[in-house]
């Protein structure tokens, strides 16, 4: 079983920078992937960003490429959303998740666990 902490949202002008962390504890000795989403209100939880173990591979939704970066320190059982340049309309609740799969998917449903969510707030 694998526990899941997010933490670093807050509320931030437009324009501006927040790093989220995921901090992973238990299941030790296996390579998860480990995907970013996000759920706005009244829309679908959708997905941001996803990383593979080896950091060899990154998957970025087309709404934050080129502002978001995701990044993973295995020794320190982290992975860091870095944001940068945020609008208003990425204002959401973010997740974290891990995949045991190890594939690096972009879809809720092939992830293991989640993560409670932070909340991100981009005012205009």
């Known amino acids: 079983q694998v526990q899941l902490v997010e933490s670093g949202g807050g509320l931030v002008q437009a324009g501006g920078s927040l790093r989220l962390s995921c901090a992973a504890s238990?299941?030790?000795?296996?390579?998860?992937?480990m995907g970013w989403f996000r759920q706005a209100p009244g829309k679908e939880r959708e997905f941001v960003a996803g990383i593979k173990w080896s950091s060899t591979s990154t998957a970025y939704a087309d709404s934050v490429k080129g502002r978001f970066t995701i990044s993973r320190d295995n020794v320190k059982n982290t992975v860091y959303l870095q944001m940068n340049s945020l609008k208003p309309e990425d204002t959401a609740v973010y997740y974290c998740a891990a995949d045991k799969s190890n594939f690096l998917p972009t879809t809720e449903a092939e992830y293991d666990y989640w993560g409670q969510g932070t909340q991100v707030t981009v005012s205009s």
């Open positions: 238990g299941g030790t000795g296996r390579r998860y992937a």
